[in-house]
Each structure stands twice: as structure tokens, then as C-alpha cells.
């Protein structure tokens, strides 16, 4: 299977994988729109920081509560 994991990297660089199995990915006005096969879409405000291709990993920068 081609589907991504998406990870959400702390302050201090520690990552937390956040969803599995993400088919599709949109960034929009209120975030990034993740959608999987299992379970409901999430909206995470932040900053796709690297996506690795081979390993099918997003990795995104939470933004800050202001």
C-alpha cells in the first residue's frame, strides 16, 4: 500500500505520528486537510516541513497557539 503517515514535529524536533493510512492531502485556508480511509478527516494548523517519498512520511510543524 501507498498511503502516508503524518507526523507532527515538536520544539524540540521530537516527532509524533499523528495519522496512518492518509490518502489524501490539501492544504487550505484553516490548515492541512488530512483524510484516511478509517477514520474522520483532521484539519492540523501548521507547516508541512518534508515529505519523504520513499518512506511515504509527511512531517508538519505545529504552529503555535497565539
Do not use: W
Not at 14 to 27: A, G, K, R, T
Not at 42 to 56: E, P, Q, V, Y
Request: glycine content about 6%.
Amino acid at each position: 500500500m501507498c498511503q502516508a503517515r503524518v507526523f507532527l514535529v515538536g520544539p524540540n524536533g521530537q516527532e509524533e505520528e499523528i495519522m496512518q493510512d492518509v490518502i489524501s492531502l490539501e492544504v487550505t485556508r484553516e490548515g492541512i486537510y488530512l483524510k484516511n480511509f478509517f477514520d474522520e478527516p483532521r484539519t492540523i494548523r501548521g507547516t508541512i516541513t518534508k515529505i519523504d517519498f520513499l518512506k511515504h512520511k509527511v512531517f508538519i510543524q505545529a504552529q503555535e497557539e497565539s
